[in-house]
């Protein structure tokens, strides 16, 4: 007769149950506090989701500005994926002029390249005057706080916001509706702060917030680069005039250019630059707007994004 040994079981129950915490992070719910939950990257062979190769044709340009093409290609792509939320995207240069995209979990080819794939909306816009843009915060607050069952995320915030300050925590500003402790301010803007970036970014895009703010002005974020996101910085927040002063359409040539070391201008010596040739009508545009508008800024908005 077979002796019967204790171990077997137990490993067998060890087995179970260190394979059941490995992967409890897949069945456990976003917003529950588990302690050995992490978040797990799944390439695309785990998760499925869509692949494309993009070839960026250079053939027209100066060979000195072929590289900047496929990079600035690059920086579009990765702004438009970043606005929509995809996590954990792949968006890598390929060669000399390929670029290889990869989106982890999004099942429509169709829709992701219909995204990737529309023309650069480039419009020129002026900046809203620091009066004018606090007065249009305040204006978009108070709409929020009147119609906060329309947005959920922001309603959720809210009531853990009124928690903390019922249990008297400091942090919690008075006074102010969800929308702008979401926000600080920097020395001429405001700003997002780097984790309620997200939240920031889909309330812009909400078409119930489009419908419900205020006319003449929009709210547009700046261009988050690599180097923003390691950093955790916050994210500069324009309040920029609706009518754009120029489009695409009025530029003629653009390229990068890197400033000469004399300049007196310390943004421009030994760093790059865009360089911009008007069409004849984008040329008169930009002189009646300049002219006129002494002393205001000229936001650059690529894609709904400031990029200078």
Same mark, same amino acid.
């Given at each position: 007769?077979?002796?019967?040994?204790?171990?077997?079981?137990?490993?067998?129950?060890?087995?179970?149950?260190?394979?059941?915490?490995?992967?409890?992070?897949?069945?456990?719910?976003?917003?529950?506090?588990?302690?050995?939950?992490?978040?797990?990257?799944?390439?695309?062979?785990?998760?499925?989701?869509?692949?494309?190769?993009?070839?960026?044709?250079?053939?027209?340009?100066?060979?000195?500005?072929?590289?900047?093409?496929?990079?600035?290609? #690059?920086?579009?792509?990765?702004?438009? #994926?970043?606005?929509?939320?995809?996590?954990?995207?792949?968006?890598?240069?390929?060669?000399?002029?390929? #670029?290889?995209?990869?989106?982890?979990?999004?099942?429509?080819?169709?829709?992701?390249?219909?995204?990737?794939?529309?023309?650069?909306?480039?419009?020129?816009?002026?900046?809203?005057?620091?009066?004018?843009?606090?007065?249009? #915060?305040?204006?978009?607050?108070?709409?929020?706080?009147?119609?906060?069952?329309?947005?959920?995320?922001?309603?959720?915030?809210?009531?853990?916001?009124?928690?903390?300050?019922?249990?008297?925590?400091?942090?919690?500003?008075?006074?102010?509706?969800?929308?702008?402790?979401?926000?600080?301010?920097?020395?001429?803007?405001?700003?997002?702060?780097?984790?309620?970036?997200?939240?920031?970014?889909?309330?812009?895009?909400?078409?119930?917030?489009?419908?419900?703010?205020?006319?003449?002005?929009?709210?547009?974020?700046?261009?988050?680069?690599?180097?923003?996101?390691?950093?955790?910085?916050?994210?500069?927040?324009?309040?920029?005039?609706?009518?754009?002063?120029?489009?695409?359409?009025?530029?003629?040539?653009?390229?990068?250019?890197?400033?000469?070391?004399?300049?007196?201008?310390?943004?421009?010596?030994?760093?790059?630059?865009?360089?911009?040739?008007?069409?004849?009508?984008?040329?008169?545009?930009?002189?009646?707007?300049?002219?006129?508008?002494?002393?205001?800024?000229?936001?650059?908005?690529?894609?709904?994004?400031?990029?200078?």
């Amino acid at each position: 007769m077979r002796k019967y040994s204790w171990l077997t079981p137990v490993s067998i129950l060890i087995f179970v149950l260190g394979t059941l915490i490995f992967l409890s992070p897949l069945f456990v719910p976003e917003d529950v506090n588990w302690p050995i939950k992490q978040k797990l990257k799944l390439g695309l062979d785990l998760r499925g989701g869509t692949q494309i190769v993009l070839t960026v044709v250079t053939k027209d340009l100066p060979e000195a500005d072929r590289a900047a093409a496929v990079e600035n290609n #690059i920086r579009i792509i990765r702004n438009r #994926i970043d606005q929509f939320g995809i996590a954990e995207p792949t968006i890598q240069k390929m060669g000399e002029s390929d #670029i290889l995209v990869q989106l982890p979990g999004v099942k429509d080819p169709i829709a992701a390249e219909n995204l990737i794939m529309k023309s650069a909306v480039l419009e020129f816009k002026l900046v809203a005057e620091p009066d004018i843009a606090e007065k249009f #915060i305040n204006q978009i607050d108070a709409i929020i706080q009147e119609n906060l069952d329309k947005f959920p995320v922001l309603a959720k915030l809210a009531e853990e916001d009124k928690a903390l300050a019922k249990a008297g925590a400091d942090s919690v500003k008075t006074g102010e509706g969800i929308f702008k402790s979401l926000i600080t301010t920097t020395e001429r803007d405001f700003a997002v702060r780097y984790e309620d970036l997200d939240i920031v970014r889909s309330l812009l895009q909400d078409s119930t917030f489009v419908n419900l703010k205020p006319k003449g002005y929009d709210l547009v974020l700046e261009s988050v680069d690599e180097k923003k996101k390691a950093s955790r910085e916050p994210v500069v927040l324009y309040v920029l005039e609706s009518t754009a002063q120029l489009k695409g359409t009025d530029v003629d040539r653009a390229s990068m250019e890197i400033g000469p070391s004399d300049s007196p201008n310390p943004q421009i010596a030994n760093k790059p630059y865009i360089s911009l040739t008007f069409t004849r009508t984008g040329a008169r545009k930009f002189a009646n707007c300049t002219g006129d508008n002494i002393g205001k800024r000229l936001a650059i908005v690529l894609d709904n994004t400031v990029y200078s």
